[in-house]
């Protein structure tokens, strides 16, 4: 008995996969298009809100006028030209400006010269509800407080006049220029106009006068300054000449006598040290070459030779190279032993001898020239050091005395160019010319700048829009129920086996609810009442056989014979997660359907806590379903047959719930009971069973061994998704026998804004032709058909999986 079901969806096309999708536009879409109620009333109602507050709210005038700050207006009453300014100087500049602007100084300056302290539209402008209140409280108050004289109260109102003209003003920077925008907002044209002019012309005589106070005031300390510092110049002068009599510190060019002569000693000393510096080297020299022996007296004689003092070393030394070049060629001719070459070898050292004396005379000069500036020197230091000592009590007076002079120097420098900022600060007075000028004049504004029309709507449009679409996106999030047959088979992997109609009362439209799709254009028929019976709405399949909701009842019976193909006879159970979901109502029109087909059908009401299908029965069963399994009564002949269809119904007999069993699920799974269903088998072959909720009680999962497949009925929009799939997840057996899903109580008119763009629901408009049968001529009885005849044309219907 146990199988699973064979999913539809393995024959069909396969679900397109949107996961790998970032955003889906089509269910995007879609979600607008449902919510475009939501979303347009909340944008209808901003707009209306925007409307009340252009027609309740005071217009605003704005009138502005500009300011250039210009430094070269002043540059020809300047001395020297300044140099430029850095663009942090001149940013911080215009910063400035525009504080000065915004100033409560300045404001009380506006206030005085325009005349506006008792102006009414500054001091009283129109309020809104919140401040009319406040006013209303300081007045009750003012009321218990001590009198105020004139001059207070006028005080006040010039500093509440002056304090709504701050609150009123704007200043700013144009852009990066160095021109500051000054615009006011007032109710009045006029006033706003005066304002701004008053500002302008405030701003440029509070420049001037700025200006010729700070001269002012500088022309005066510097007054005070020139005086003191003339004094102490004179006294530091007088100072610095009485010490220089009183140490004796007579000067020539500037200096002392003491240092002048001591310069030129020092001069005479540097000459004194190159002179014996150049005598020692000279007397070193001729001294080595005497340290090495008459023998080399002729190799070195070139080296003391270099004077016109050495000549006759020079006439030795030419004699002694002829001898000797005479005697090289004699030896080389006849021999050294010859007499010639003896005579002349005597002869040359005869000369070296000669050349030898001459430089041992030379050395003993140069020894006493040396001797001789080296005590040069000597004296020469003597008389430095004695004239140092003289002199060192002559400098440290000096030193003091410098100081002196520099101190008087620098107080008559410094008294000089405070006499040259005096006379400037003199004639800056004498021009009094503003570093700004008015580019722009206040004109009296034409159109109110306050409120803007065309934004306020604007903006009341786009929060509208906003407003709604975070409704409609916090609408979106709480849609947890099933709408879509999509949703079925990707949530809970089952197949959907269609759409059944909303019918009777509770539909939102009484046109032909019964055919189970809401004509638009047609007119409704006038045989099906508003509202109807539950008895008869058991027989829907009956008196519209060409409905929508027939048609999808013909779809289930298709998907049993595919899945329970091969069986003589079939057993389904009808389920659903909660009470109210409509089972019976499907169990009933699905049983009939099947029993009008030429079918032998059983339909059991099982839902033994809830019979709602066995009270509906005229008259009502004194026995039934419990009778036949715990009792000897035969089950056959507790079976109803209707008439029209030949329907056989086992029911159950009603109860209050005091007499309720209260272990329905044992009498369910008891053996007596399949063996019921096994008897009922060979007389059937269909049996419809209408079956507990799954929710509240175990009664199906009781008797879900005894069968072969079940219906699994949602209602459309109202059953949670997450409901369903924790129901099936903890029954694994009943989810492995069920046959598919039926969307019950399905809203047509709103089915298609939850579908996506190509969806079948979008095409359902397009089925009207066949499904526009009226109920009149659908009630008259169909005749029963052979079940092959029933097969073909369960076959060519349309599918609503």
Request: hydrophobic share 40%; net charge neutral; charged share 25%.
């Amino acid at each position: 008995m146990n199988h699973r079901a064979l999913p539809l969806n393995g024959v069909l096309r396969p679900e397109k996969d949107d996961g790998d999708s970032f955003i889906d536009l089509d269910r995007l879409f879609a979600s607008v298009l449902r919510r475009a109620m939501t979303i347009g009333l909340a944008t209808a109602l901003f707009v209306m809100l925007g409307v009340a507050y252009l027609v309740f709210t005071t217009p605003v005038y704005t009138s502005m006028t500009q300011i250039l700050l210009d430094e070269n207006l002043a540059r020809y009453a300047e001395e020297e030209l300044a140099s430029p300014q850095s663009k942090q100087q001149a940013d911080t500049q215009i910063s400035s400006a525009v504080e000065i602007l915004k100033s409560n100084k300045m404001a009380l300056r506006v206030v005085d010269e325009a005349g506006l302290a008792d102006n009414d539209t500054i001091l009283n402008p129109p309020k809104s509800l919140v401040s009319t209140a406040k006013s209303w409280l300081r007045g009750m108050l003012s009321l218990f407080a001590d009198a105020v004289s004139d001059e207070a109260v006028l005080e006040g109102q010039r500093q509440k006049a002056a304090a709504m003209l701050q609150q009123g003003i704007a200043v700013e920077r144009v852009g990066r220029s160095a021109v500051v925008a000054l615009s006011y907002r007032s109710p009045d044209p006029q006033l706003a106009a005066k304002v701004a002019d008053a500002y302008a012309d405030a701003y440029l005589a509070d420049q001037l006068n700025a200006n010729f106070d700070a001269a002012e005031r500088a022309s005066v300390w510097l007054q005070e300054r020139l005086d003191d510092l003339r004094q102490r110049a004179q006294a530091a002068s007088l100072e610095a000449e009485r010490y220089k009599t009183e140490n004796g510190l007579t000067s020539t060019r500037g200096e002392l006598m003491s240092e002048q002569q001591l310069t030129d000693l020092n001069s005479q000393l540097i000459i004194a040290q190159a002179d014996v510096a150049k005598a020692s080297a000279r007397y070193d020299q001729f001294k080595s070459i005497l340290d090495q022996g008459p023998d080399n007296a002729v190799k070195n004689a070139m080296i003391g030779a270099g004077g016109s003092e050495n000549s006759v070393i020079q006439q030795l030394r030419g004699r002694y190279l002829a001898i000797e070049q005479r005697e090289r060629e004699v030896t080389e001719s006849f021999g050294a032993d010859h007499p010639q070459a003896i005579a002349l070898k005597g002869e040359k050292g005869e000369i070296s001898q000669q050349i030898f004396q001459e430089l041992q005379r030379l050395t003993d000069s140069y020894r006493n020239e040396y001797e001789v500036t080296r005590s040069r020197e000597t004296s020469l230091r003597e008389s430095i050091a004695g004239v140092t000592g003289k002199n060192s009590q002559a400098t440290k007076s000096l030193v003091h005395l410098r100081e002196l002079e520099q101190k008087a120097t620098a107080l008559k420098t410094l008294y000089q160019s405070y006499l040259d900022r005096y006379e400037q600060a003199n004639q800056k007075q004498t021009f009094p010319i503003a570093q700004a000028r008015v580019i722009s004049d206040a004109g009296v504004p034409v159109s109110p700048s306050s409120p803007k029309k065309t934004m306020v709507l604007a903006l009341s449009a786009i929060l509208g829009l906003m407003a709604g679409g975070a409704l409609a996106f916090a609408q979106e999030m709480q849609e947890r129920y099933f709408r879509l047959g999509s949703e079925v088979r990707s949530i809970l992997g089952l197949t959907s086996l269609g759409y059944l109609p909303l019918v009777g009362a509770t539909a939102n439209r009484p046109i032909d609810r019964v055919n189970g799709f809401f004509r638009r254009g047609g007119k409704p028929s006038a045989e099906p009442p508003p509202e109807l019976p539950l008895e008869r709405m058991t027989r829907l399949v009956l008196e519209a056989p060409r409905s929508a909701f027939a048609e999808t009842l013909r779809n289930v019976k298709l998907a049993s014979d595919i899945v329970l193909q091969g069986r003589p006879s079939r057993v389904i159970g009808i389920v659903s997660s909660l009470p109210g979901e409509g089972k019976t109502t499907v169990a009933a029109n699905f049983a009939m359907l099947l029993a009008a087909s030429g079918k032998r059908t059983l339909l059991i009401d099982a839902d033994l806590r809830n019979p709602r299908l066995s009270r509906m029965l005229k008259p009502a069963p004194k026995a039934g379903l419990v009778e036949a399994v715990i009792g000897d009564v035969a089950w056959t002949s507790l079976i109803r047959v209707d008439p029209q269809s030949k329907l056989a119904i086992l029911p159950i007999q009603p109860r209050s719930h005091g007499e309720q069993l209260p272990h329905t699920n044992e009498l369910l799974a008891s053996p007596r009971m399949a063996s019921l269903i096994e008897s009922a088998r060979q007389h059937f072959d269909y049996i419809i069973v209408d079956l507990a909720p799954l929710g509240p009680v175990v009664d199906a999962k009781a008797f879900s061994a005894q069968v072969d497949g079940f219906v699994f009925v949602v209602e459309w929009g109202k059953t949670p998704t997450r409901l369903v799939s924790d129901l099936l997840e903890s029954e694994p057996l009943i989810a492995s026998k069920i046959l598919g899903v039926l969307l019950n109580k399905t809203d047509m008119t709103e089915l298609p804004r939850y579908s996506e763009f190509g969806g079948q629901e979008k095409f359902r408009s397009q089925y009207e032709a066949y499904y526009q049968s009226p109920l009149a001529k659908a009630a008259r009885p169909r005749p029963a058909a052979s079940p092959a005849a029933e097969e073909q044309a369960a076959a060519a219907s349309p599918s609503q999986a």
